[in-house]
């Protein structure tokens, strides 16, 4: 390559690419010094289904404020998770 660093390899399959980045540094391949910023806008997180037991009461009562903002409980329940988690990160 013209800049100095080694090509990046051509791979056969997503498992094979990441079975090579886990053992190699990209700094030997990519200069970072000259990367841009990227956007993605149509990447939607994962979601994961679990199971959460909650007390009756609480559950009642999400519900009233989820009602009250005319929203639904679970999506009223994940605002009230980011939150709390954008506290304990920050």
């Known amino acids: ?3 100095g660093k080694t090509a990046i390899p051509e791979f056969r399959s997503e498992a094979e690419e990441q079975e090579f980045w886990s ?9 970072w010094n000259k990367a841009g910023k990227a956007l993605f ?10 199971s959460l037991r909650l007390p009756e009461p609480m559950l009642n009562h999400l519900k009233i404020l989820a009602n009250e903002r005319d929203v639904p409980y679970q999506s009223l329940l994940k605002m009230f ?8 990160f920050s």
């Open 1 to 3: 390559m013209k800049n």
């Open 23 to 31: 053992t190699h540094d990209s700094t030997e391949f990519v200069d």
């Open 41 to 50: 806008p149509n990447l939607k997180p994962t979601m994961k289904t679990i």
């Open 81 to 88: 998770l980011k939150e709390r988690l954008d506290q304990e």
